[in-house]
């Protein structure tokens, strides 16, 4: 799709200058400046309102990778971007001045199930119903119940570890993560799940940018291990922190 011009306020070069080379490089997915697009990216489900300046729909991980590759050209460096799933958020999570790109719209699906060994792979777009129903007759359900489960994207309540209804007895949405892949500003993919402490050293040696997180994360978390557990509050969700206390396990 052609970016749609629109002289809406924030509206800027530099972003139909992006948007251009995202088309050049092979976007496959939507992009749109209209006034009407921008204004549904404009709120969620809080109190606050920010007008973006354009809206990105990616049809695939590749797409999303571009987006972030093209990101960290020197040029584009002064651009924001928010990821979005459902808009469910209360905080105003996924509201930003800069460019949305929603999820939810394209990478939305199931990839594959394994009943046997009780574990799905989906899209971060996936709505948490729309897993259930295609989860019900294997016997298996992802928990927990949230109050915005039909429009709740897997990708919006990783993000904020969803509790909810059941969630005492099913646990949070962390607990049912086995691994997730990421996407980093100069496209580079990062697989995690959980690793031996010896793994995790070995891949904090490599130049790459994702050897240079699991490096921070490592050092830091394993020199201030003893300060961690003694003043880190006893949180039992994360909603707006790094889960600094499980990075590594008891033993």
């Known amino acids: 799709m052609i970016p749609q011009i629109s002289q809406a306020p924030g509206l800027v070069q530099l972003v139909l200058d992006f948007l251009q080379s995202l088309k050049n490089n092979g976007f496959t997915g939507d992009m749109d400046t209209s006034y009407a697009a921008r204004l549904t990216m404009a709120t969620d489900n809080s109190i606050y309102q920010l007008l973006p300046d354009a809206v990105l729909f990616p049809r695939s991980t590749p797409d999303v990778a571009l987006i972030a590759r093209v990101a960290d050209e020197e040029r584009y460096r002064s651009l924001v971007f928010t990821p979005r799933g459902g808009g469910t958020g209360t905080n105003g ?19 594959e199930v394994n009943p046997e060994e ?3 792979r989906v899209e ?4 948490k119903d729309q897993l259930n129903q295609y989860l019900k007759p ?3 359900f992802f928990a927990p119940e949230l109050s915005t489960s039909n429009r709740a994207t897997l990708g919006g309540m990783i993000n904020t570890d969803a509790s909810g209804q059941g969630s005492l007895v099913y646990g949070k949405t962390s607990d049912h993560v086995l691994g997730l892949r990421t996407v980093l500003l100069g496209g580079e993919l990062l697989d995690t799940a959980p690793v031996p402490v010896e793994l995790a050293e070995k891949l904090a040696q490599s130049g790459s940018l994702g050897g240079k997180i699991y490096r921070a994360v490592v050092d830091s978390c394993r020199d201030n291990r003893a300060l961690i557990i003694d003043k880190f509050p006893a949180l039992n969700r994360f909603l707006t922190g790094y889960d600094l206390r499980h990075v590594f396990s008891d033993d």
Not at 99 to 110: G, L
């Open 124 to 127: 971060a777009g996936v709505i």
């Open 93 to 111: 999570q996924s509201l930003n001045r800069g460019i949305v790109v929603d999820m939810s719209r394209h990478m939305n699906r199931i990839l």
């Open 118 to 120: 009780g574990w799905v």
């Open 138 to 140: 294997f016997g298996y």
